[in-house]
């Protein structure tokens, strides 16, 4: 009993010189500021500082990781990145021990410590005046995400705006087009000037229905950043525009069991699974051209992609629990050959316990 009573007394204890860094007025370009909260164990055992999170992600933060013997000091360093980000900021660290509190319950509300300021808005630059905010080069593309719609039976155009902010004549160059995305002419654009560069999307050759990514890079002349990033965003409807009334009538229906799977609570590192079943309820065989979380916290599968007339395939929804934590929700979209209804969207939600 008295080794035990000890074994009470005996524990770290953190206390903070301050839990708030002011910054006061800085500047949008002057670059990241740094302030370093102090603390020392006023414990009589080891402290060990066992969580250190920043609040949002434009603010960094790092610390003391080896072990604080009683009465010695350790740090926090925040670091907050003002470009691009004008007004007033008030961000907050949470800060978790190895005191007993933290080990008996690890729901405990952490420490706070707090980093404030204003930022001075800059004076905007030669390109975003002329609208061109994407790059860090001075050969641009006014807008580097493209999103499209378009028929399986089809191929659409789309364009990119580009400038050159340069003293040279640049070239424009497709590095790693795939075969169903063709630039229709290649362009040298000269010192000044701007203009468009056309695309043209086959979804023919694509060969695939639903919702699809491709990454693409543009080879220029620019000396800071030479090659430019492209993310195309598409979604790929099926064309049911040439079914006759009849191949209607027959078509298949995709018929869900339910829109909503709730795992409910979901202890850290496992994967519970729920199922759902799709029916076909129609008369020709219905085909599943695409399973997609809007979450990569769940994933999908399924037993098979052709079902026939009266027959239901079994949609398994997996929610992997190891690298987040809280409430998690997602839609996946469940896209299949039903004229009538071609996309479904199942509902998931869960809560993953810390």
Do not use: H
Request: charged fraction near 25%; hydrophobic fraction near 30%.
């Amino acid at each position: 009993m008295f080794f035990c009573a000890l074994s009470l007394f005996a524990q770290p204890a953190i206390q903070f010189e301050n839990t708030t860094i002011d910054f006061g007025n800085i500047k949008e370009e002057g670059g990241k500021v740094t302030g370093k909260f102090v603390f020392t164990n006023t414990g009589n055992q080891d402290l060990l500082l066992t969580g250190v999170k920043p609040g949002c992600g434009c603010t960094a933060a790092d610390y003391t990781k080896t072990p604080i013997a009683p009465g010695q000091k350790g740090y926090i360093d925040a670091t907050y990145n003002p470009f691009n980000r004008p007004g007033s900021f008030n961000k907050n660290i949470r800060v978790t021990t190895n005191e007993q509190k933290f080990v008996d319950d690890p729901n405990t509300a952490p420490y706070l410590i707090y980093i404030k300021g204003t930022v001075e808005k800059r004076e905007p630059t030669k390109y975003e005046i002329a609208g061109y905010k994407t790059g860090n080069g001075d050969v641009r593309i006014k807008e580097n995400n493209i999103k499209l719609e378009v028929l399986n039976s089809e191929s659409k155009s789309f364009s990119i705006q580009v400038m050159n902010f340069s003293s040279e004549e640049s070239t424009f160059e497709p590095l790693n087009l795939p075969n169903y995305i063709i630039m229709e002419e290649k362009k040298s654009v000269k010192p000044g000037e701007e203009t468009e560069i056309n695309f043209r999307y086959d979804a023919v050759k694509k060969g695939e229905v639903g919702n699809s990514r491709d990454i693409i890079s543009i080879q220029t002349q620019d000396v800071t950043e030479p090659k430019i990033t492209l993310f195309i965003e598409v979604t790929i409807k099926e064309d049911f525009s040439k079914l006759t009334p009849k191949q209607l009538q027959d078509a298949p229906k995709a018929v869900l069991e339910t829109l909503n799977l709730d795992f409910g609570k979901v202890e850290k590192n496992s994967s519970p699974t729920l199922q759902v079943k799709l029916t076909n309820k129609g008369q020709n065989p219905l085909f599943i051209r695409q399973l997609k979380p809007s979450n990569s916290v769940f994933s999908v599968t399924n037993d098979k992609n052709e079902i026939k007339k009266g027959d239901a395939a079994t949609i398994t929804v997996t929610l992997n629990s190891r690298t987040r934590k809280g409430v998690q929700n997602a839609t996946i979209e469940i896209i299949t050959n039903d004229p009538a209804n071609s996309q479904l969207n199942l509902n998931c939600t869960g809560e993953i316990l810390q």
